[in-house]
């Protein structure tokens, strides 16, 4: 039997190539794909309302929808922009081989280190670790795709920007001038990719169970899970990082800022992996028990303002 496997895909540069990437995996096993870019959300019309179906991340909603509706058989995400719950009838099929996880500034000029510097991010996450370090920087406000991000940076006065290393690997843009940021926890699963497939797709799932790297896939639990126990249903400033430290070693660091970076708790231990279970949850109830609970709720009362 040929079945075409139905990829469906979101249009920007980088989930182009992350679908992409799969795709020839999946035909190098001898299966026959497509790709589906995929309308917005407004477009579909599904029978029940999305919060039934638990449907919620801004970045993969769309997919969601479209793959409950029929229009498409898998779905290619950056894993770091997945909720940490999957739509009811969604599952995780397959982890890919994780790329670079960190973070790196792209800048004209380190001179304004020392001085007053003006960084633009979006995140929450980057911000508060910007000016936990840099406390006499100003960060501003910076969205949109990493291409949209990179022309604002040229286009504007500050000195720099940050982004994650895969996402500029990915779409083959090397920047003039960059540092690694190794000392700023990225966001849990940055740097890997997830594809969902529906429960019930049998020949999907087996299909992607090729792709899938074990690998990245237990660290990247590790980090999802200790995000799940944290955040309740807010964003919060939260990194979140396990990795190799040497044949038999793994170590899982994370933390919690304050939005303003002036507090920072932080967890981490050693572990080998197949003997982590449990890691994750665990770790991140000891930095609620460290301050980290009231620090939440502190989060959550300033955004529930803004
Ligand atoms: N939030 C957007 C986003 N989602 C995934 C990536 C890059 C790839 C990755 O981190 O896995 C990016 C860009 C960025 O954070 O700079």
Redesign the pocket.
Known sequence: MTRTIRIGTRDSE?ALWQANTVREQLEKSGYTTTLVPVKSTGDIVLDKPLYELGITGIFTKTLDVAMLNGDIDIAVH????VPTALPKGIVEAAVLKRAATQDILVHKGLDFLDNKGIIATGSLRRKAQWLHRYPEHTVVDLRGN?NTRMKKLEDNDWNGAI??A??LQRINLTPDNFIDLDWMIPAPA???MLVVAKEEDAFCLEALSLLNDKETQECVAIERDFLRTLEGGCTAPIGALASKVNDVEYRFEGALFSLDGTQKIQVEETFSLGKHEGLGKKLAEKLLDEGGKELMKEIKEILKKD
């Open positions: 980088l950056s894993m770091k922009d990493v982004f994650a895969a996402g940055q740097g890997a």
